[in-house]
């Protein structure tokens, strides 16, 4: 089982529609969540970071978070062309283990918005 | 201020050169990371530096050789590289580690793109 698992995509979404990218992790003691978008040749960007259970907003995203399922999602509302990237889910062990410091990034989903 | 800066933006090496990458933050950060990413992969942690000091390196061969000058630097020493090592390096800092803050966020430079030919 892989630790951190993304929707595989590639994810088509209409210019101005809801698009939605989710992520599931392994280990249940893990205790930071991340998104970043890296755009084809560029380096990772971040987008919004999540460490309680509920909702996150920041602009048009919105990070949500359910550590009983283990899941943590990114909605884009009102997809822009601009949005079309990877997006990287990246989770972040709990304070104080040897792994501290260590990403574990899932495989990413690629996010196409057509206008 | 969210930089991270990295030099050089290119590299072309031949297998038998000796080259190093460099990266730069200004933000106080103590924590410091070598990643490599592979085309339509995430990235691959390498090496962690907390405080200047060396805490994880995922076991990478000594053809790549770390070195952290001050908290504000680091560098990655070249050598002796295969084809296969080609990749997007990458640096990242972090505000602290291993003092619990939970949001320990990495925010990346913008790469070496090495070739090894």
């Known amino acids: 089982q892989k630790e951190v698992e993304q929707n595989s995509g590639p994810l088509s979404v209409p210019e101005g529609a809801i698009a939605s990218l989710n992520c599931t992790y392994s280990?249940?003691?893990?205790?930071?969540f991340f998104w970043y978008r890296q755009y084809s040749g560029k380096s990772p960007e971040l987008i919004m970071f999540?460490?309680?259970?509920g909702d996150k907003e920041d602009g048009r995203f919105t990070a949500q978070l359910n550590k009983a399922s283990q899941y943590v999602s990114l909605l884009i509302r009102d997809s822009q062309p601009s949005d079309s990237a990877t997006y990287l889910c990246?989770?972040?062990?709990?304070?104080?283990?040897?792994?501290?410091?260590?990403?574990?990034f899932g495989q990413g989903t690629i996010l196409t918005v057509h206008p | 201020d969210t930089e991270v800066t990295q030099t050089p933006k290119h590299l072309v090496m031949g297998m038998t050169n000796k080259k190093s990458l460099k990266c730069e933050q200004h933000?106080?950060?103590?924590?410091m990371y070598w990643y490599k990413q592979k085309a339509k992969k995430p990235p691959e942690l390498m090496f962690v530096y907390s405080y200047e000091k060396l805490s994880i390196n995922e076991s990478v061969p000594s053809r790549f050789s770390p070195e952290c000058p001050n908290s504000s630097l680091l560098n990655l020493h070249l050598h002796a590289l295969q084809p296969e090592d080609s990749a997007l390096y990458l640096c990242?800092?972090?505000?602290?580690?291993?003092?619990?803050?939970?949001?320990?966020?990495?925010?990346f430079g913008p790469g070496t793109r090495l070739t090894v030919l």
């Open positions: 933000m106080g950060h103590r924590a």
């Open positions: 999540i460490y309680s259970n």
């Open positions: 990242a800092s972090s505000q602290d580690l291993g003092t619990g803050v939970t949001t320990d966020t990495q925010y």
């Open positions: 280990d249940r003691g893990s205790q930071s």
């Open positions: 990246a989770v972040h062990p709990r304070a104080g283990g040897t792994s501290y410091g260590k990403l574990t």
